[in-house]
Nanobody, 116 residues
């Protein structure tokens, strides 16, 4: 079955960096777009970044453009989110997402807290 497992979250000071990972299994990883979303307390889930199956196309929400970088390693079935220049408003649970046959799959999420 499809599984997505995020890791790499934690507590970081403003201006710091974190690298999130999402290990995927149960499908042909390299054939699918992968996305990162986030959800802050009391808010809806927000799309953060997108990467094509071959990694050649990426896109970002305006709120993270220039600070976050999405990448993937198809040999390891893993997608990454490098987050730099973190701000308190980046505090959220971060989720990776795969859309397979019109069904959304989500990981359990990893918490990122940006605070001094």
């Amino acid at each position: 079955q499809v599984q997505l497992v995020e890791s790499g979250g934690g507590l970081v000071q403003p201006g710091g960096s974190l690298r999130l990972s999402c290990a995927a299994s149960g499908f042909t990883f390299s054939s699918y777009v992968m996305r990162w979303y986030r959800q802050a307390p009391g808010k809806g889930r927000e799309w953060v970044a997108f990467i094509s199956g071959d990694g050649g196309t990426t896109s970002y929400a305006d709120s993270v453009k220039g600070r976050f970088t999405i990448s993937r390693d198809n040999a390891k079935n893993t997608v990454f989110l490098q987050m730099n220049s973190l701000k308190p408003e980046d505090t959220a649970a971060y989720y990776c997402n795969a859309l397979l046959s019109s069904r959304n799959y989500w990981g359990q999420g990893t918490q990122v807290t940006v605070s001094s």
